[in-house]
């Protein structure tokens, strides 16, 4: 397949990244230094990429199987979007046949490996009333489901605001219960009261996607000039968990209406906040040119597959596709390991791992980083924990990771790179650790990537 300009040149830079074996002068530091090489494989990495879309219609849904989550996770997907559609209690409780479904799925999508990008929604029909509950019984039905959603985050990729309008994306509204186009700081007020509700109901360490930039300004009155700085982002205040999920991506030059002269606030949120939607109406717009510089300006970390399958489809005919599965989200490549050189028995051992993040994102929910030690002759492991955050691997520039062990007995040890989900539940799962995108590193057993080999005298 043909690709388009951009991409030419993006496989031109990341063919010399991935073919040259040291592309830079090896520094003069006293240390020994092992070039890595790159690899364009595919594979699945969690909490990033395309994701596959289930909906679950109320009154009684089928729900997922461990099985059925698993067989999406073996075809490349991490993320699956779980709608829930709440049509039969707009003016009741969720009862707890339908609130079992929801637990049954988080535990399916755990024992699958996957995790969600989760809504909840009163209908998909914008051409039916009502489009969604009143507000005191969606205040209630989010009460009801935080247990839930507190007991299931280590499998909750972000949440999307949902519940108000058709599919629960804020437009097709009762202007009984919320205003379809709303301009005064009233208006905005029944807004921010589910928001309020969202974020207390999911732990802090989650994101809840809205669906414009003006919705999470207006709301809780910022401007241009209050985007997310490094110091706030990740510290678990309302302005570093509102993100956003855009499901009019590249419909036209403001993704209809997304963005009304205030695009350049969402390109600096998503520094540091998730981006992700679905694509809608065909058109010249969603060129492979414009989709990739807007997924890169965007920091964009997931997307529907399932939908528009039109846009899908031309993407795949122009050739960009593949790389927007490779480059959708975080995809971190190690470039060179640095040791000290002659290392000795019970004397520091120091490390420097250089890495690039050839993706869009950096990972945005919290992740625990290990640099292993591991004895080639007993498998002991020595473990350090460096002082960083892959939170702030974003794709600019080279990160660093320095660590220092102290091996006390001689012989050959191989070092390795983990990134474990830090959730207990998840932490030993190899599905749910980061795998870099180097050639020969990913032991799939562990989800260790390993990185070099040496010998302690």
């Not at 009304?260 to 492979?288: D, F, V």
């Not at 002991?380 to 990160?399: A, L, N, Y």
Request: glycine residues 6%; proline residues 7%.
């Amino acid at each position: 397949m043909k690709n388009s300009p951009f991409i030419s040149v993006l496989l031109f830079v990341l063919a010399l990244v991935a073919c040259k074996p040291n592309p830079e002068p090896i520094p003069d530091d006293g240390m020994r230094h092992d070039s890595l090489t790159a690899t364009y494989d595919l594979f699945c990495n969690p909490e990033r990429g395309f994701h596959q879309f289930k909906e679950f219609f109320s009154p009684d849904p089928l729900p997922l199987t461990g099985a059925r989550v698993k067989g999406i996770y073996n075809l490349g997907y991490s993320l699956i979007l779980t709608n829930y559609y709440l049509t039969d209690y707009m003016s009741t409780p969720i009862p707890d046949s339908y609130l079992n479904v929801v637990r049954q799925n988080m535990q399916a999508l755990r024992d699958g490996g996957c995790k969600c990008v989760l809504r909840f929604a009163y209908t998909n029909a914008q051409d039916k009333a009502p489009w969604e509950a009143p507000l005191d019984t969606i205040l209630l039905h989010i009460s009801q489901l935080k247990p839930i959603l507190q007991e299931n985050a280590d499998v909750i990729f972000a949440m999307e605001a949902g519940f108000i309008g058709s599919w629960g994306e804020w437009y097709y509204t009762n202007p009984l219960h919320f205003k379809r186009d709303p301009n005064k700081a009233e208006d905005f007020i029944p807004y921010r009261n589910v928001l309020d509700a969202l974020l207390d109901a999911l732990p802090a360490e989650r994101q809840i996607c809205v669906r414009t930039p003006r919705f999470k300004m207006k709301c809780y009155g910022w401007t241009m000039a209050d985007t997310l700085t490094r110091a706030e982002a990740f510290t678990g205040t309302p302005k570093a968990r509102l993100a956003c999920h855009d499901d009019a991506f590249m419909a036209d030059a403001s993704d209809m209406g997304t963005f009304k002269g205030n695009r350049e606030y969402w390109e600096a949120e998503t520094n540091y906040t998730i981006y992700g939607g679905e694509s809608n109406k065909p058109g010249s717009y969603a060129n492979c040119d414009n989709t990739i510089a807007q997924m890169q300006a965007m920091h964009m970390s997931y997307l529907n597959i399932s939908y528009h399958k039109t846009v899908i489809a031309r993407w795949e005919t122009d050739g960009c596709l593949e790389d927007m599965r490779r480059l959708l989200g975080y995809r971190l490549v190690a470039k060179d390991i640095a040791t000290t050189k002659d290392p000795k028995a019970g004397q520091d051992l120091k490390v420097v791992l250089t890495l690039v993040n050839e993706g869009f994102s950096s990972p945005k929910n919290p992740r625990d980083i290990r640099m292993l030690l591991i004895s080639k002759s007993d498998s002991s492991i020595i473990s350090v924990t460096p002082d960083c955050d892959p939170r702030f691997w974003g794709p600019e520039g080279e990160h660093k990771v320095t660590v220092f062990f102290k091996p006390e007995q001689g012989g050959t040890y191989d070092i390795c790179l983990y990134l474990p989900d830090p959730q207990p539940t998840l932490a030993n799962d190899p599905r749910y650790a980061i795998r870099l995108a180097n050639k020969d590193c990913w032991n799939a057993e562990k989800g260790y990537n390993y990185l070099t080999t040496i010998t302690v005298q």
